[in-house]
């Protein structure tokens, strides 16, 4: 049916007032629920200049590029913080040296190994490594080739055993390899004459002229001691056995 024009013309203030409510002068009283406040003015993009409108924009604008640089800024902060973490983490567990493991990540790792030991009912090896007459290349060199030196071992051991094996550095030249997993004193014999053999060809002609050698003690669990101390101490006195002729060096195939 066709709406008359009159009929038309009494609608169309009702329908502008829906979509525009008035804006009353002064606010309207809180109902009886205090946490309830009607709205009483509507803000309408449309009655903004364009002067105000680019005023309040360029504002939002600022203030997101300012978020922008804090967050970035937060976030740097945060990855700098956790890199230094990790450095310092580094120095407390490794040797300045070589950046090897030190002893007490040694004996942590040694610890671990015996867990995972004891739960597969599998052997770890341990060998006790000390360089023969070091103090020898420090008096005839001084103690920048003796670093030298120590560093040039370092390298030859992590060479000489498989990637899941740990190298550390004890103190001054003396060195221990954890072997795991290891199933017999056969095997951790000769995984030391490979480490002997190679530590050895890697010693230029100049340190071997000064009777520098290497000494390997070994200790395998459980057969020579229960714990991570136990063992350090066993491959210890085994190898300073070896020096002073008390006990056999390890045997050639």
Request: hydrophobic share 40%.
């Amino acid at each position: 049916a066709v709406v008359p024009d009159s009929q038309e013309r009494r609608r169309a203030p009702v329908l502008e007032e829906l979509r525009y409510p008035p804006l009353d002068d002064e606010p309207p009283l809180l109902r009886d629920d205090p946490f309830v406040v009607d709205v009483y003015k509507q803000m309408r993009w449309g009655d903004l200049d364009p002067p105000v409108l680019d005023g309040i924009l360029l504002i939002q604008a600022l203030v997101l590029l300012l978020l922008v640089r804090m967050a970035r800024e937060h976030f740097d902060h945060d990855r700098e913080r956790c890199r230094h973490e990790r450095h310092l983490l580094h120095l407390a567990s490794h040797d300045g040296l070589t950046g090897l493991p030190n002893r007490g990540l040694l004996l942590d790792r040694l610890d671990q190994a015996i867990l995972r030991a004891k739960r597969n009912a599998s052997g770890i090896g341990l060998l006790f490594m000390d360089l023969d007459r070091f103090k020898r290349v420090n008096d005839s060199y001084g103690h920048d080739a003796g670093d030298r030196f120590l560093m040039i071992v370092a390298d030859a051991l992590r060479q000489a055993v498989r990637a899941q094996d740990t190298v550390a550095r004890l103190s001054g030249d003396e060195f221990v390899v954890l072997l795991e997993p290891m199933e017999g004193r056969d095997e951790a014999e000769r995984v030391a004459r490979k480490v002997k053999e190679t530590v050895m060809e890697s010693i230029c002609t100049g340190y071997r002229e000064l009777g520098v050698g290497v000494s390997i003690g070994i200790a395998m669990y459980p057969d020579d001691g229960n714990d991570a101390h136990g063992l350090l101490r066993y491959a210890d006195s085994h190898m300073y056995g070896i020096k002073r002729g008390c006990r056999p060096a390890i045997p050639r195939p």
